[in-house]
Each structure stands twice: as structure tokens, then as C-alpha cells.
């Protein structure tokens, strides 16, 4: 069994593909046995920050030929422990992989032979996105300290929480419907919460509403604040866990925090990662820190989750 860790953001360009990168690279310095996945469908760059020639067959050919196994796209990089398995630019990122293409998908990536599959994804709340970052109930999320970035961090983790619940429960069922209706109602600024629709939840089954809250319970995304120019950015990252505590019922843990390093886009040029040109900066000290806590900490099953059948109507309206 593997530990799988997607990793999401709400906004895009905050550093989440840098940091697959790096901590994938440490984790595997670490001997660890580490499979980074770029499943930014679309616009896969993960190559590029692990210095990787863009030349191996990626996940498209998992996707849509016959008889290709996942395992078969994997590459070895020149780390030891560390191996990459390429994503797809032909695949249109915006497009929703059919259900079952996902499942596949998804399967496979959990019968992967490693001790961490890294999965770099891109970023926005689409239902690919939302699906795969719920392999695990403790992905993490990356954001910056700026308001913008928060927010959507903040979005991203609501809409989450809804589709989480929403196949928690059977196609076409009361319930369903209770979380499709729930889902035009305001809750920020109200006292209006996810664990009011827990108890509506109850309302039509005990059973139901118990196992909403222990799906909102067990549910424990992890935060890394990158880009940070001050300490005081840390308060940002607490705020973020008091406004997701309050609204959706959810805790978080914050797992570290990453300065504003100026190096960061020349080893991107140079195709070279900083936690191998520079291993002592503040940079590399701060992914190993966050490879630490990641290792520390205990993971609980893996969801399950129902087929999503009817779609929830586009979220990003109600975030
Ligand atoms: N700690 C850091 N210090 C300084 N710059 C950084 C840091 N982390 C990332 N960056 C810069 O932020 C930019 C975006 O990084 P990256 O591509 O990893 O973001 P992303 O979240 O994966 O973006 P996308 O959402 O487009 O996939 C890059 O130009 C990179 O140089
Ligand atoms: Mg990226």
C-alpha cells in the first residue's frame, strides 16, 4: 500500500508545482520510495522542475489506448527512490474525464508499488480535480499569504467538502438532494454551517447525518504556506483553518511554511531542483521539515466514495 498526497491549490501559480518537486526529491533522500504523478492535465510541467526531458509517453496513454498499465509510464529520474510518471498536454485540462475514466484511473494510482505517489495537480475547483484530490483525506493544499490566494484555498476546500458528502450517499437519493439544495444556501457571515446540513442529514436517516459528520471529521487536509516575505504571514494559514473550522466543520493541520526565494525561478531555468544546487538554504530546510511532518503523521483509510452519477450543479457560483 502506498501513501498517496495530492497536491491542490484554489488559485493557480502558488508554487504547488515547485514543492511537488522539491519534496518529492527529499522524501526520496530520505529513502523514501517516491512516485511523482503530473496529472495537471493540460498544462503538465512537473517534467521541467525535475529536470526531466519532455520526451516519455504520459497518462493519456493510460487514458485512452488499450492495454497499457500505469506502471508501464513510469520513468526513473536520476535520484535515487525517486520516480515520475508524466502527465499529458494533449489532454484538455478543462474538459471532465468521464467517471469511470477516472476510477481507472484512480485505482491504479492505488495499486501503484511505492511508499509516496506525489500528485501535482492543477489548479481550480473542476471535478477532476476535486476527485483526485479526494484519494486521500489529507492532501495538501498550497497557498501563498495573499487574501486572493486564501480565499480561493478557502473555495477550493468548501466545494471539496460538498462533493466529498455528495458521494457519501447513493445516486438519486434523499440526500443527494438535501446537499444539492444545501448547496444555494450562504454560509459565510451566517451562522449557517456544514454541520447544519449534517443535522438535516439526520433529519431524513440518524444514520445518514452520523456518517456525514464522520466524513466531515475524518477529513484532514494539510496546508503549506509558500511565498511567505514575513512570519507574520503564519497568521494568514490560521485564519484559513479557523474560517474552514467555523463554515465547514473541517480541521486542518498546517504542515509549514516556505519563504520567497529568489532562486526558485532559476532552477526552474536551469531544470534543477534548490533542494539539490542549494541543500542547506532556508528553502531546502523548509521542505525537509515539511517531509518530516508529512512522514510523522498517521493516515486514515482512503474515502469511499459513490459513482457521482448526476453532477452537482457548477460550485464555483456558490463559493
Ligand atoms: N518559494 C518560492 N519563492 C519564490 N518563488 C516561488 C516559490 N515557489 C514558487 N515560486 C514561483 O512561483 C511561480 C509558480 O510556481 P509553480 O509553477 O510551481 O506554481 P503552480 O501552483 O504549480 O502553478 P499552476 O497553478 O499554473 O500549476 C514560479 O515562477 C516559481 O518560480
Ligand atoms: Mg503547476
Given at each position: ?104 484511473l484512480?485505482?491504479?494510482?492505488q ?17 477532476n ?8 483525506k ?12 486564501i ?31 444545501f ?81 526558485v ?12 544546487t ?42
Amino acid at each position: 500500500m502506498n501513501t498517496i498526497i495530492p497536491i491542490a491549490s484554489g488559485k493557480g501559480g502558488v508554487g504547488k508545482t515547485i514543492f511537488t518537486a522539491n519534496l518529492g526529491i527529499t522524501l526520496a533522500k530520505m529513502g523514501k520510495t517516491v512516485i511523482a504523478i503530473d496529472l495537471d492535465l493540460g498544462s503538465s510541467n512537473l517534467h521541467t522542475c525535475l529536470g526531466i526531458k519532455n520526451q516519455h509517453p504520459g497518462i493519456g496513454n493510460f487514458i485512452y489506448k488499450k492495454g497499457i498499465s500505469l506502471e508501464s509510464l513510469i520513468v526513473k529520474t536520476d535520484i535515487d527512490h525517486l520516480y515520475f510518471i508524466p502527465g499529458d498536454s494533449l489532454i484538455p485540462g478543462t474538459a471532465n474525464l468521464q467517471y469511470f475514466i477516472k476510477m481507472k484511473l484512480i485505482k491504479a494510482i492505488q495499486n501503484l508499488v511505492a511508499d509516496y505517489v506525489l500528485i501535482d495537480l492543477g489548479a481550480g475547483t473542476s471535478y477532476n480535480i476535486i476527485d483526485f484530490f479526494l484519494m486521500s483525506k489529507t492532501g495538501l493544499i498550497v497557498t501563498t499569504p495573499e487574501t486572493t490566494s486564501i480565499l480561493s484555498a478557502y473555495a477550493f476546500l468548501k466545494t471539496t467538502v460538498f462533493r466529498m458528502l455528495f458521494r457519501s450517499f447513493p445516486h438519486k437519493s434523499k440526500e443527494r438532494e438535501l446537499i444539492h439544495n444545501f448547496l444555494t444556501e450562504r454560509i459565510e457571515g451566517t451562522d449557517n454551517s456544514f454541520l447544519r446540513l449534517t443535522k438535516l442529514l439526520n433529519n431524513i436517516n440518524p444514520k445518514s447525518g452520523a456518517y456525514g459528520l464522520e466524513q466531515i471529521s475524518d477529513f484532514y487536509p494539510r496546508i503549506v504556506l509558500n511565498i511567505g516575505r514575513n512570519k507574520e504571514a503564519i497568521s494568514l494559514g490560521s485564519r484559513l483553518r479557523q474560517i474552514c473550522k467555523k463554515n465547514i466543520g473541517i480541521n486542518m493541520e498546517y504542515v509549514g511554511f516556505i519563504e520567497y526565494t529568489e532562486q526558485v525561478s532559476a532552477s526552474i531555468i536551469n531544470r534543477t531542483a534548490l533542494v539539490i544546487t542549494s541543500p542547506n538554504s532556508q528553502f531546502a530546510r523548509a521542505v525537509k521539515q515539511i517531509a518530516a511532518n508529512l512522514i510523522k503523521i498517521t493516515y486514515v483509510d482512503k474515502p469511499v466514495l459513490f459513482e457521482s452519477g448526476e453532477d452537482l450543479v457548477n460550485l464555483d457560483n456558490f463559493v
